[in-house]
């Protein structure tokens, strides 16, 4: 089956400690997207990467960091310099970049830091 | 004015029943737009895309005023399934390929 993956569902991690998401997908996607979800609010984008090699930082990307040496992957990494780490993060991809491409989202990864 | 507004409800709706919600948008040069459901704690998922002329997908109908710079759902014959938050997306504007999701409008269909 084609889609988007994204491990762990749920992650806890100590106050300080950077920790990184992972995100596959095999939809044969140029575009990839991390989002962050927090209770009542819309989505915010921290990055995305049109391509290979190549990636902008989003609306929040302040400690994060993100890498695509793939097309298939995009792991986010959310570092201690992250003031509120603790949220729903969303990995999506689309076929290409601009909205009349929709994009498609993996199922999320539930990040608590305490 | 918020780039992307909706009315966060909760709507409480009999089953059966007509429901409809807009999502209002600041840019008017925004190009694109779509309405994406989020079942809880769970991810979006694409409902439908708006088209300039309106398109209807079954139960579904959206809507666009551009005049007002508005979109609309509106749902027939509701089922308990579609009980849901409904995400507004919007595009920034004609050169600006980044989206904004709307904070979606939480639905509850009644038995």
């Known amino acids: 089956d084609g889609g988007i993956t994204q491990s762990p569902k749920y992650l806890f991690r100590k106050e300080g400690q950077n920790v990184t998401l992972s ?5 044969n996607h140029d575009a990839m997207y991390w989002y962050r979800q927090d ?17 902008q930082k989003g609306d929040i990307a302040e400690g994060y960091s993100v890498s695509r040496e793939k097309k298939e992957s995009f792991p986010l990494t959310v570092t ?3 003031k509120n780490p ?6 999506a991809s689309s076929q290409g970049t601009g909205l009349r491409y929709e994009q498609y989202f ?9 | 004015r918020k780039e992307v507004e909706q009315d966060p409800g909760p709507f409480n709706v009999p089953e059966g029943a007509t429901v409809a919600f807009n999502c209002t948008y600041s840019n008017s040069a925004s190009q694109s737009f779509f309405w994406y459901r989020q079942d809880c704690r769970k991810e979006p998922k694409l409902l439908m895309s708006v088209y300039s002329s309106g398109n209807e997908d079954g139960r579904f109908t ?6 007002s710079q508005y979109i609309s759902l509106l749902i027939r014959d509701s089922k308990l399934s579609d009980s849901a938050t409904y995400l507004c997306v919007v595009n920034k504007g004609a050169r600006d390929d ?10 509850h269909i009644l038995p």
């Open chain 1, 23 to 27: 995100c596959e997908q095999n939809l």
């Open chain 1, 39 to 55: 209770p009542g609010q819309g989505l915010r984008l921290i990055y995305y990467s049109q391509i290979v090699n190549d990636f």
């Open chain 1, 80 to 82: 201690s310099a992250q």
């Open chain 1, 86 to 91: 603790t949220a729903f993060y969303l990995c």
């Open chain 1, 106 to 114: 993996g199922p999320g990864t539930r990040l608590t830091v305490t």
């Open chain 2, 62 to 67: 959206a809507q666009l005023n551009r005049a």
């Open chain 2, 98 to 107: 980044k989206i904004i999701f709307g904070k979606g409008t939480r639905l």
